[in-house]
Every structure is written in structure tokens, then in C-alpha cells.
């Protein structure tokens, strides 16, 4: 079955969400080298203005396009990605924060499909014109 068969404008192909603590910040900040203290010390991130810690972009990116790629499984492969990040995660030192992705079909052609994310936090969008262009294998 092809990547494209019975794809249709507004069908959400993936939904998933993404619980996120201070402790996966501090993984993250190792795993990818960002080490900024606003990722992991609440006086930094308050001297700066900001909210709270937070969550790193593009930590926040990976997590939008995860349900892209389970969806996709063998039948595809990500060609483009893009996002404009236009809200925060602030991650709570008890609560943590949970990153909600609904990943809808904004196009259909010959060549493939866009898909539009939704990211959210409680009730804000945190990624605005989140778009993954998916390809099918030929």
C-alpha cells in the first residue's frame, strides 16, 4: 500500500503526546551539547525575564515530528520540516509539562504530502506553521 493511498485533506493521520520533566531537559542538554542554564536553573531563566525553565527548541521540534515518522514507518521519509517556534514550554520543577502533537493532512500531490502539526501546551500552541513534507518510497 502507498504512502498516499486514501490520504485525504483533514484527516489527522497521528496524535500523541509527550510528558516532559526537568530531569529530560538535563538529558537533552547532554545528549545535544546545550548546556544553557535556562534549560535547568530557575534563578538564570528569572535574572533573564523569563517565565520558568525551559524546554529547548529543538527539543521541542523532535518531539512535533516523532508522530510524523511513526506514522510514515517504512513507507516514507521526511523531505522537509519546518517550524517557527511562537510560545515557550516552561517546564514546572513539580509538575513538568506535556507537549500534545495532532499531525493533520494539510496536502496531497503526486510527489507526496504536507502535513501540518499542531503542538500545544495545556490550551497555547507552541509551534506555529509546523509543516513536514513527506515523501513516499519510490
Known sequence: MSLLDGLEVGQVVSERSFPLTRDSLVRYAGASGDFNPIHYRDDVAAAVGLPGVLAHGMLTMGFAVQPVVDWLD???WVSDYQ???TRPVVVD???GAVV??????GA???????IDLTAT???QTVLGKAQVRVTPLS
Open 108 to 114: 496531497v500531490d503526486d510527489a507526496g504530502a504536507r
Open 100 to 105: 500534545t502533537v495532532a499531525a493533520t493532512v
Open 83 to 85: 517550524v517557527r517556534f
Open 74 to 76: 517504512a513507507r516514507g
Open 93 to 95: 520543577p513539580q509538575l
Open 121 to 123: 501546551v495545556g490550551e
